[in-house]
């Protein structure tokens, strides 16, 4: 039987930039479809009790940067720590990624594009014109994309993916969620394909 993982996270997270390109090859080794879920992370923080960066304590901050070094050379892929544009406002990117899906493309390979935007090249994933020069670079019709993203459709997408987020505990990005349980972090890959390997039932709170 096929198995699929909702993958909620949000463009402008650098986790899930660190994490996407080793979770698709995970999922590609076990066979397991991939739902990509772009999501308010604002609207999850406000639901979770999560607390947006600029208000955390300076020694988490600090901490923040450590572990982004830890995991960068752990991956062996460029990382901007401190972007020129961050944070932005990352719904235009999302939106986008999924009117590039409705369209008939491939979002997870189009969030590459974008992670490498913001994380690698300093260009502003807010802006229309780098999301256009990522649409454009994997073939897609970039100004009806974007037309569509600013639409019902993809607007009742992307709250619904925000509502699930929140119905299923997601606390920050990325989540991979397998049977309903989620695994928050990149760093939880490991976890995630023990899980899949045993296809033990879902973990729930006790």
């Known amino acids: 039987m096929s198995r699929t993982i909702d993958y909620y996270f949000t463009h402008l997270s650098p986790w899930a930039y660190l994490g996407h390109q080793a979770f698709r090859e995970l999922c590609a080794k076990q066979g397991v479809t991939i739902r990509a879920r772009p999501v308010d992370l604002g609207g999850v923080f406000e639901s979770s009790g999560g ?98 993203a600013k639409g019902d459709e993809v607007e009742e997408a992307y709250q619904a993916n925000k509502k699930d987020a929140i119905a299923t505990g997601i606390i920050g990005s990325p989540c991979y969620v397998l049977k309903g349980e989620p695994f928050w972090g990149q760093d939880r890959l490991d976890l995630l394909e023990r899980a899949l390997v045993s296809d033990r039932p879902a973990f729930r709170p006790l």
Do not use: C
């Open 51 to 148: 607390v947006p960066l600029a208000k955390r304590h300076p020694v988490r901050m600090d901490y923040r940067l450590i572990e982004l070094q830890r995991w960068q050379e752990a991956r062996g892929i460029p990382l901007t720590f401190k972007p020129a544009f961050f944070p932005v406002a990352p719904g235009l990117a999302d939106r986008a990624g999924i009117a590039f899906e409705l369209s008939g493309g491939n979002m997870l390979d189009y969030s590459l594009g974008v992670f490498q935007a913001i994380w690698t090249k300093d260009q502003n994933i807010a802006d229309e014109g780098v999301i256009t020069s990522v649409l454009e670079s994997l073939g897609a019709d970039a100004a009806k994309v974007l037309t569509a």
